[in-house]
Structure formats: structure tokens, C-alpha cells
T-cell receptor, first 113, second 114 residues
Framework: SQKIEQNSEALNIQEGKTATLTCNYT??????LQWYRQDPGRGPVFLLL?????KEKRKERLKVTFDTTLKQSLFHITASQPADSATYLC????????????FGSGTQLTVLP | DTAVSQTPKYLVTQMGNDKSIKCEQN?????MYWYKQDSKKFLKIMFS???????INETVPNRFSPKSPDKAHLNLHINSLELGDSAVYFC?????????????FGPGTRLTVL
């Protein structure tokens, strides 16, 4: 069955370090992959989208990679700050006709001051 | 000027009751969605409407019925509420059909069934 897994439920890092979050998928052929941020009590907010033919995408301190051979996406936050603390969700859009967005269960990131 | 709004934010009700959650978007988007987020934070698509037409209808009990009176609104009606319906329900919208378009989420409605 199709599965999207984010490597850990919680990740704690020290302020200033680079946070790396992992999203792995199986039995899936995503045409696109998106990353969202969700704060407690709020809806997810879109951060970045990467297409299957792109290796890397950057936006300010954020970087996403997409490896269709490894079936994995990595999400990096450089020079992390306590304000980056949130849950980060990866989501995939299949290349089939439904093209619906399927989410992973998220990784809760805490950046310690 | 909230982009996607939902009411109510909290809903506490007894088992067996019928309730509705309303969603409105002022972004001019053509597609709207309902998601359910359970206690493990897993976000799952329930329904999607494009220009008032149902395009995604995942396997949800038929006690859940979406209604789209116009492009800007997608309401969710739930009949005969059960304990397992307790979750946070998110409405979202996007410009076109589910594809590369960014989805904009509402603040969520936390439903508690007692």
C-alpha cells in the first residue's frame, strides 16, 4: 500500500544549527512534493514545492531535495531559530487522475535557545 | 481579511446529534477541500469540490455530507455523530484542481463528541 513516512515524530536541535527532516515514500510515484508548516491550533501553511524532475529547491533559509531513486525528500532549515519550532508536514500529489494531496504524519521540530 | 475561514472554531456535542461546519474562502479559488486531522496529527483528505462539483470523495461514512452552495463556500454536515468523529476538521482551497497549486488552509474546527 502507499505510504508516506516522516522519519521521526519529534526532533530537538540547538539554535543556529541546521535542522534536517526526512520524508520517505513507498508504492508512490509523486509528480510533486510539498512541505507545509503547522503551528499548534492552526492550519498548515505552504512552504515549498518541488517537482520530480528537480533535485533541489531553496527559499531563504529553507532547502528541499527530492531523490526519486531513494524515494526520499529532505527538508533543511539552516541557522535555525526558536521561531522555527513547529510541525512540518510533507505532502505528495500523485500523477494519477485524482491528483489529490496526501500528507505524512509530520515531524515536530523544537529549536532550543 | 481572512483568506479561508471556518466556523465554529470549537464544537462540543453529544453522540447522535447532527452538526454543521461552515467554510468560506475569499481568494477566488475554484477548488475547496475538507480534511480530517486525528489525534495523531495525521491529515487526511475527505472531500474536494471544484466549481461546486464533487471531484474527490474518499471513503468516509455517508453520515458526512459536503454541500457547496457556491464556489466560495463548502460546508460539512455530519449526521448521527459518533465518538470517533472527534478530530480537527480543516477546510482548504486552491486555485485549480489538485495539482501543483498551493492549498490554503483554514484555522480548523475542533470537534469533540461526548
Amino acid at each position: 500500500s502507499q505510504k508516506i513516512e516522516q522519519n521521526s515524530e519529534a526532533l530537538n536541535i540547538q539554535e543556529g544549527k541546521t535542522a534536517t527532516l526526512t520524508c520517505n515514500y513507498t508504492n508512490y510515484s509523486p509528480a510533486y512534493l510539498q512541505w507545509y508548516r503547522q503551528d499548534p491550533g492552526r492550519g498548515p501553511v505552504f512552504l515549498l514545492l518541488i517537482r520530480e524532475n528537480e533535485k533541489e529547491k531553496r527559499k531563504e533559509r529553507l532547502k528541499v531535495t527530492f531523490d526519486t531513486t531513494l524515494k526520499q525528500s529532505l527538508f533543511h532549515i539552516t541557522a535555525s531559530q526558536p521561531a522555527d519550532s513547529a510541525t512540518y508536514l510533507c505532502a505528495m500529489i500523485s500523477s494519477g487522475s485524482a491528483r489529490q494531496l496526501t500528507f505524512g504524519s509530520g515531524t515536530q521540530l523544537t529549536v532550543l535557545p | 481579511d481572512t483568506a479561508v475561514s471556518q466556523t465554529p472554531k470549537y464544537l462540543v456535542t453529544q453522540m447522535g446529534n447532527d452538526k454543521s461546519i461552515k467554510c468560506e474562502q475569499n481568494l477566488g479559488h475554484d477548488t475547496m477541500y475538507w480534511y480530517k486531522q486525528d489525534s495523531k496529527k495525521f491529515l487526511k483528505i475527505m472531500f474536494s469540490y471544484n466549481n461546486k462539483e464533487l471531484i474527490i470523495n474518499e471513503t468516509v461514512p455517508n453520515r458526512f455530507s459536503p454541500k457547496s452552495p457556491d464556489k466560495a463556500h463548502l460546508n460539512l454536515h455530519i449526521n448521527s455523530l459518533e465518538l470517533g468523529d472527534s478530530a480537527v476538521y480543516f477546510c482548504a482551497s486552491s486555485h485549480g484542481r489538485p495539482s501543483t497549486d498551493t492549498q490554503y488552509f483554514g484555522p480548523g474546527t475542533r470537534l469533540t463528541v461526548l
